[in-house]
């Protein structure tokens, strides 16, 4: 994936797109079986031939604000409902983040109350730059890349909230002599739950996860003896944010 910045283009112009599909806002016509390129001062979007399972109009358009707590304005890229039968990329020039938070972006698809899905992983690239670092490292403006297969209206966010981690049937010193399992429940409010990791007394242990009930559990077995020990487990998001849960039990 690239992130690649374009020639200055008013986005307010309303100029109807050129042949190459540069313009402000409009609508252009997209053959499937063509790779299909729009691009603008503030948005790239590519889509590889045989994506669009037909042609369409593809109609895009930029709010002259941004929402609250948001990084780049909200992009209402096409308003068809035609499925796609592959990713396509999508890049936005995000505003003014921090260089120590830009690891946590993220462009993410907002329903009509604006409540965000985010859109992972999205990678960062500063001012001009070639292919998104997993580092982050940028400037105070920079791209953010992603693939979707999604049409609607996105923007960008941070995350930098840690996953959720509760206790299911464990508390401290619990006496768990006649539990089969110990479990946590698992959550995250934005780019979902990564990876994670649980240990007994410091060993690596197994867990499995139970999605409808957004269990993480383990199966006590041969491996867990009789007495004292301390269960910890680490859950980490699509951002790297991490949390960790540690309680000693007795079995």
């Known amino acids: 994936m690239t992130a ?29 079986c063509d790779l ?24 895009y358009s930029m709010s002259k604000d941004t929402l609250p707590g948001k990084f780049a304005p909200v992009h209402t890229v096409d308003k068809s409902e035609v499925p796609l039968n592959a990713n396509y990329t999508l890049s936005i020039k995000t505003k003014s983040i921090p260089q120590k938070l830009q690891s946590k972006a993220t462009i993410v698809l907002l329903d ?6 985010a ?3 999205s990678l960062i690239s500063p001012e ?17 890349t992603t693939e979707t297969k999604y049409f609607g209206r996105f923007t960008v966010a941070l995350d930098t909230v840690a996953p959720s981690v509760r206790p299911y ?7 768990m002599s006649h539990a089969k399992i110990i479990g946590v429940l698992i959550s995250d409010n934005l780019t979902g739950i990564k990876s994670y990791r649980a240990t007994v007394d410091g060993k690596f242990i197994l867990m499995e996860y139970e999605y409808k009930k957004a269990l993480l559990f383990y199966e006590f077995d041969e491996h867990v003896s009789k007495g004292k020990h301390t269960f910890q487990v ?3 998001d699509g951002k790297n944010n991490a949390r960790t849960y540690k309680a000693e039990f007795v079995r």
């Open 4 to 32: 690649i910045a374009p020639s200055l283009i008013s986005p307010e112009g309303g100029e109807a797109p050129s042949p190459s599909g540069k313009a402000g806002e409009g609508v252009l016509h997209f053959k499937c």
């Open 36 to 59: 299909n390129k729009y691009e603008t001062e503030n948005i790239k979007v590519e889509i590889n031939p045989c994506t669009l399972y037909t042609d369409i109009d593809f109609d």
């Open 112 to 117: 009509g109350k604006n409540n965000m899905t």
């Open 119 to 121: 859109i992972a992983p």
């Open 128 to 144: 001009g730059g070639e292919a998104p670092s997993p580092s982050g490292k940028a400037g105070d403006e920079a791209w953010i």
């Open 169 to 175: 049937n464990i508390f401290n010193n619990k006496n």
């Open 234 to 236: 680490e859950v980490t």
